[in-house]
């Protein structure tokens, strides 16, 4: 049974490492032992499909870490992806990842496992998109916050989809370039153990997750966010000023430069 089938297959159930354990990737210390291609030829496949902030974290993350993994975005994040790699910058270290990366939807044929990271209001398309490429053992994993994506996503494929909690701040800084701003892990009920961990990507099993997707306790943050056009670490700080007062659309003085902004509760989706 492939990747892919047994990914599926899981259901809400725990899933053992699909791979033979391989040691993390230290960004301090040199690969051991096996040289990248080998690596890559024991790990399933992963696509990133909406790869922005949030998608293209993960795919620098997985990419750095030799997992095979194809980016699909916008034309201007995919050109300066394929001229100059793909630039992560986290506390940790800031690093221009070499990776493959695409505009179409087709892009994703091949992959055992699908990462749909794109807006929740372009879930049904990307879906639309994405169907006629799939493979018949293709995994896919929903990573946007919010409740009822997977489930509109897995009507318009026709499969099972497997819904995520995203805990992550991330941010485009520009074409080919993201800032990590904190944590990076994910919950699910199911999911490619062996390849996720050796890319430094926290993984809980859990049958738990609509309950969290509910719970997200970001969620006022990312409406103070919107509301105010600023970044976390700004809303926060000035959404007690600010960010109520301007809630329904009202305009916000000094955080978003005298325009109208409508709150909305969005997490990676």
Known sequence: MTVGARLSAA???TLR??????PPLHPLFPEPRMTSAAISSTLPRFAIFGAGAIGGYYGAMLARASVPVMLIGRPLHVQAMRERGLRLQTA???ETVPVQADTEAAAVAG?????????SGDTEAAGAASRPHLGPDTAVLRLQNGAGNAERLARVL??????VVVYVAAAMEGPGH???????DLVLASCPQAALAR???ACTV???VPQALWTMVNCAFNALSAITARPYRLAVGAGGRTGIAAAGGARVRGGGGGRRHRAGCRGAG
């Open 11 to 13: 259901g809400g159930a």
């Open 17 to 22: 490492a699909l791979v033979p354990s391989l």
């Open 92 to 94: 940790a270290f800031d």
């Open 111 to 119: 992959a055992d496992v699908v990462l749909v990271c794109v807006k």
């Open 158 to 163: 026709g499969r099972p989809v497997v819904p």
């Open 178 to 184: 993201v800032r990590h701003h904190g944590r990076g």
């Open 199 to 201: 890319a430094g990507i």
């Open 206 to 208: 859990s049958d738990a």
